[in-house]
């Protein structure tokens, strides 16, 4: 099962990128949010909302691996949600910065 989620869906107005991100891998994952591990464990939250905060301008895509599952953010903001993990050689890089935490 694979879960896309625009944010222009009427649940993702109100809803932060993260939060999506979160959303959705429950709903793939099958799982509680409580259950999943912190989002910050696989990406820089902060780092990845401010790509996709900048006045309409379309973001990079990012892929990584979150709670067992892919997670695509593409440049307009949508997010997909896969059963499947982004391999650790298939992490994006940004513009020469890691979004990962561990960096």
Avoid: H, K, Q
């Amino acid at each position: 099962m694979t879960l896309n989620v625009s944010p222009d869906d009427a649940d993702a107005d109100a809803a932060s990128l993260t939060e999506r991100i979160v959303e959705s891998t429950t709903d793939v994952a099958g799982a509680d949010p409580l259950d999943l591990p912190p989002l910050y464990d696989a990406v820089d939250p902060d780092a990845l909302e401010a790509l996709y905060d900048r006045d309409g301008a379309d973001g990079p895509e990012v892929e990584f691996t979150y709670a067992g599952c892919g997670v695509t953010v593409r440049g307009d903001g949508s997010v997909s949600v896969t059963p499947e993990p982004i391999g650790a050689g298939e992490s994006a890089v940004v513009e020469g910065a890691s979004l990962s935490p561990d960096c």
